[in-house]
């Protein structure tokens, strides 16, 4: 009698223990892998890149007297603005002015006595030589009149463009020697902001720097202002000591700030395509994948929606430090998978991977 009480017990606990390890085998199917995933979130035609600047002034000129001699006028300071034309400085001029007086007097004379043997030579009452020379001599005295002129007019040092008084290297009264800086003389208005731009990046951007090369530019002192630049010139001769390239942009002077050369400032350009339809990305090289069935390059998306992943074709461009370019299949806004592409299948459900504190 205990035998058969006890048969429905047993074949309720072996119905139990074979649910169980059903209900485990379910749940061991329904795991989900989590994958990294890489979002397209701009096209590779609009990528953004910052540089340091060197803010320069447009046009900078040291100027110096081409003459040795004694400063009698030089009341300029620095920071004083003046216009194209304006008296700089001057050097005392006594001897220039004398040399001139002399040079005239010896013109005047030789000028008169030509005439005269022009006259004479007409009429035959002196040679051919004679009167060679007479011209010779007047031409001369004139060639030492413009020279004296000359030396006159290097007395003086005048703007050779309006701008502002930037540096002053001696004072009145000194002597001066030829050549030698006496004032610095800059154009603020408008302001020449260089960048070394390494090769890679010149490469890319050199079809499209004169028209679709654009630039904005923060300052240190305003960080919370930026000023547009545009673009002057680039240099296809490599700087020293570098791999990089100089491409100067130029500011106009705003209105309400003042720039000045020297101020820290920090660049960024942006190549833009004209071709909306046209829509290129830059992604992991880990995240590009070739089918072995049929020779396809694919990146594998996910879709949000369903939670599964499935390859696309795509093609690819040029290889750079950041990644490969993709130039066709993918748009703004896809998820891709990042890493770990081969222990993916068509139609598998997948979950972002999260990040957690100490992971």
Known sequence: ??????????????????????????????????????????????QVHKFPAKVTANSRAE????????????????????????LLAKLDDRDAKNNLMTSEANYEFLSA???????????????????????????????????????????????????TIAKRMVDNHQIVQANQGVLTLQNNHLLDISIQVPE????????TVTHALKAKVRFSAMNDRVFDAYFKEYSTQVTPGTQAYEVVFSL??????????????????AQTTHDQSVFTAVVPMTAVDKDDTNANVVVWKYDPQSGEVSPVNVTLGRVSNEGVEVLTGIQKGDLLVAAGLSQLSVGLKVKPLRWQRGV
């Open 113 to 163: 006595e030509f005439t005269r043997n022009q006259a004479m030579f007409s009429r035959q009452l002196i040679s051919q030589a004679e009167f060679d020379s007479s011209k010779a001599q007047l031409k001369t005295a004139k060639a030492a009149l413009e020279a004296a002129k000359d030396q006159l007019s290097y007395t003086r040092l005048e703007a050779p463009f309006s701008g």
């Open 200 to 207: 890679a990046i010149v490469a890319k951007y050199a079809q």
């Open 1 to 46: 009698m205990k035998y058969h009480s006890m048969l429905p017990l047993t074949l309720l606990a072996t119905v139990l223990i074979a649910g169980c390890s059903q209900a485990e085998k379910t749940v061991e199917k329904e795991v989900i892998r989590p994958v990294k995933l890489f979002e397209i979130t701009e096209s590779a035609a609009n």
């Open 252 to 269: 106009e002077q705003p209105q309400d700030v003042q720039l000045l050369p020297g101020m820290s400032a920090e660049l960024i350009i």
């Open 63 to 86: 100027l110096s007297f081409r003459v040795s001699g004694q400063l009698v006028n030089l009341e300029l300071v620095e920071g004083e603005v003046v216009k194209q034309g304006f």
